[in-house]
């Protein structure tokens, strides 16, 4: 292993002095004045030999005071929005670029959203010694169609460090304040940069340097994160190939983000302090450094990284814990996937570029996990893992389709040409997915002994191509069987040794489909999900949970949510109400369908929040105990979206201490003999 990835780091490092050599490189000195909002930048600009006279940057449209000097002589230029056309003088080898980018301030409030509070501020924001510059900031300028470079050295007041994509050659401290340097000799789209007064540790006990740049609350979380750093580094490395960049980094932000980039991890200060993080979200932005920031995403097919990169992190980390855990994961993303696509807001993964809702997310990562999960189910474990390297060295720092994945794969044993063709269009191509059933069961005394089971499967609409298993539980213990099903329906017999008491298909949850309503418990995700809401707020609810409804409806993705003051209800019509999804505040004295009090059944908790099920759909409840302090009633409302996939909550002073998903009533998949 060390021989291989010895190997590949000069190969790479050969590749990358071959693209060196006709390159634009970008000499930046800049400084940030936190006091008034501002990064000053001067950019020496080497132009190599061979290059057009005319160029083309791209630079933010607000870098104010932009000039382009050759020595000493401006350079005439036009700009239009952020393209910035020049051209440079005969024989001129290096051009002097200045401007003053100004940064805005950070957001007032942060409301709570599904995925990034942060992302409502600005791309180029900042606080009084702190700055978030996003790559879509086009803070720094880049030459068009052609290869760039950059060596940064950016002075900030004393304390202050800065962090970007690229290699760390130090911090220094002078009478102008911190210096930081960084080398960036293969960048990876933009650069993003933030800068904090952050205390940086380092360990060298990994594949590359693994580092920390955390804010004084949070120091203490740098061992942590170094190590599991560094783990999930090795476990990446044996598993794909050698890590593909120069560093790994764990990033502290003032702001609540969660964000990846290309060799390091921006996170919030209350998302970093989670104890679950360096085993959950750290681990899946480490697999983006292969898949995404080191093998590339060709959009016009869609983006399958998220999909891998889910699988091989979140997914992957259940199914090492335990088979059961692996499959509650697939019924988890298959009843996500239920309950927020099933009111629209699907699309076929050949046009998913990003998560832009819950949906999408459905779609984006859980649709496209299970793809790669069947996939491994076609062509099996030792040829899937191989295939995954093959595809990473051969796509590394180049962009990938869902075609390239097609053709390393096709032509495998039980993936043939055709084959492969056929499951990669159905899944790509189509939305929403199979809806199964059996629709026949029976069973007979053998003559030659045991018992014949006689099964019919169905799947409706436009037949997918499906592997799928088959259980027979029987007196004597279970049978199992792997079956392809090509067309709308099938029939099979089973000889089986002892009396069936059951039948199951794909009792392991390992084929993506459209569960049946009776197979999805309603949860958290159930009430993102529905089309229409109607909150029904009781006359009892008190200012504590009113004043934190917004903020639940706000993290809910229901803002629009139609809201009903219980004295308002006319006696006996409460069942109009009832044809939607309900959400229920308080104790009401109606009959409401559905309704019951969940307190008693969180006897911790003094705020609580379930989804449960009624005829027709599901009425959700937000109550709290008299003892509960409106700050931490609003604290719990904000943190009910981060648990989709529960039907019951409960939390004590802000704190999550209960979670539960309710039993779905039953499956078409399963018959009783």
Known sequence: MIRTTILASLILAAACHAALAATFTHTIDASFDPAARKLTVTDTLFIPEGAPEK?????????????????????????????????????????????????????????????????????????????????????????????????????????????????????????????SSWSVQRPLGRLGLCLARYTFEESRDS????????????????????????????????????????????????????????????????????????????????????????????????????????????????????????????????????????????????????????????????????????????????????????????KLFKPASWEDFRRVFAGLEGFDEATS????????????????????????????????????????????????????????????????????EMEIALDVPGKPTRLTLDPGADCFRLLDPAEVAPTVNSVKGVQKLTVIVADSAGDRLRQALPTLLAGLGQEGAKVVEERDIAPGSIASYAKEGLLVVGHPRLDIPGLHDVLPQTQDADTVFAALPRTGGFTSVFQARPEAKPQDVNTAASKVTHYGSFSLLGFKTGRNVAKETLDAPGSPLVKEF
């Open 55 to 179: 160029l083309i940057l791209t630079l933010s449209p607000r870098a104010a005071g932009f000039q382009v000097l050759a020595g000493t002589s401006p350079v005439r230029f036009k700009r239009s929005g952020e393209a910035v056309e020049l051209g440079r003088p005969k024989n001129t080898a290096e051009l002097v670029i200045r401007y003053a980018l100004p940064l805005d301030a950070p957001p007032k409030s942060l409301p709570a959203t599904q995925d990034n509070p942060g992302a409502l501020a600005s791309d180029a924001a900042a606080g009084p010694d702190w700055a978030m510059l996003m790559p879509g900031s086009l803070w720094h300028p880049e030459v068009q169609s052609d290869q760039n470079t950059y060596v940064i050295r950016l002075i900030a007041p004393p304390g202050i460090k800065a962090v970007t994509q690229g290699e760390l050659k130090g911090f220094s401290e002078g009478t102008a304040g911190t210096a």
């Open 207 to 394: 594949p590359v340097p693994v580092q920390t740049f955390l804010l004084e609350a949070n120091r203490q979380l740098a061992s942590v994160y170094l190590a599991a750093s560094a783990r999930h580094l090795r476990f990446y490395q044996d598993l794909h190939g050698p890590y593909p960049l120069e560093k790994f980094a764990v990033v502290e932000n003032p702001l609540p983000t969660g964000y990846g980039f290309p060799s390091y991890t921006l996170l919030g200060s209350q998302v970093l302090a989670l104890p679950f993080i360096p085993e959950t979200s750290l681990r899946h932005e480490i697999a983006h450094d292969w898949w995404g920031n080191g093998v590339l995403v060709d959009f016009a097919q869609g983006n399958w990284c998220e999909g891998l990169t889910t699988y091989v992190a979140d997914y992957l980390a259940q199914a090492e814990a335990s088979p059961k855990a692996g499959r509650a994961y697939r019924i988890k993303t298959l009843r996500a996937f239920a309950d927020l696509v099933r009111q629209g807001g699907d699309l076929p993964l050949e046009r998913f570029g990003s998560r832009f809702s819950p949906a999408s997310q459905a779609v984006g990562y859980g649709k496209a996990l299970f793809v790669f999960h069947m996939l491994r189910g076609f062509v099996g474990d030792e040829a899937f893992w191989q295939g995954l390297r093959r595809i990473y060295t051969d």
């Open 421 to 488: 063709l056929t499951f990669f269009k159905q899944w790509i191509t189509r939305t929403g997915g199979p809806k199964l059933s059996i629709t026949r069961a029976e069973s007979a005394t053998n003559p030659s002994g045991g018992y014949l089971v006689r099964v019919t499967i169905a799947q409706e609409g436009q037949p997918y191509l499906l592997k799928l298993s088959l259980r027979v539980d029987t007196d004597v213990g279970p049978m199992e069987r792997s079956l392809i099903l090509d067309g709308s």
